[in-house]
């Protein structure tokens, strides 16, 4: 069974910067698809960015777009996010997601595997 572990979540100011990660434990299986999303209390799960790691396709939420950053070093086989400008409106619990399919789609349904979530606070 493959599991998708994040870390790196944490308290930062606004104005800060985090840096995500998520890393696939158990069977070793290559996605199409990776991305992050995100879910404050009382909402529901938001897509932040995902990538096509085969045709380099990458989506961002309008409200990341120039502030976060996708990224992949394939030798770990991890994927990151690069959260700069940090604003309590992004405080959230923040999920990895990775799908077999080929488009990097906004929708968390397309998804087929999820981790257990990393919790970002920014405090004002």
């Known amino acids: 069974q493959v599991q998708l572990v994040e870390s790196g979540g944490g308290l930062v100011q606004a104005g800060g910067s985090l840096r995500l990660s998520c890393t696939p434990s158990?069977?070793?299986?290559?996605?199409?698809?990776m991305g992050w999303f995100r879910q404050a209390p009382g909402k529901e799960r938001e897509f932040v960015a995902a990538?096509?790691?085969?045709?380099?396709?990458?989506n961002y939420a309008d409200s990341v777009k120039g502030r976060f950053t996708i990224s992949r070093d394939n030798a770990k086989n991890t994927v990151f996010l690069q959260m700069n400008s940090l604003e309590p409106e992004d405080t959230a619990l923040y999920y990895c997601?990775?799908?077999?399919?080929?488009?990097?789609?906004?929708?968390?349904?397309?998804?087929?595997?999820w981790g257990q979530g990393t919790q970002v606070t920014v405090s004002s």
């Open positions: 997601a990775a799908s077999s399919g080929r488009w990097p789609s906004l929708r968390p349904n397309d998804y087929d595997a």
């Open positions: 990538k096509n790691w085969i045709f380099g396709r990458i």
């Open positions: 158990g069977r070793t299986f290559s996605w199409n698809v």
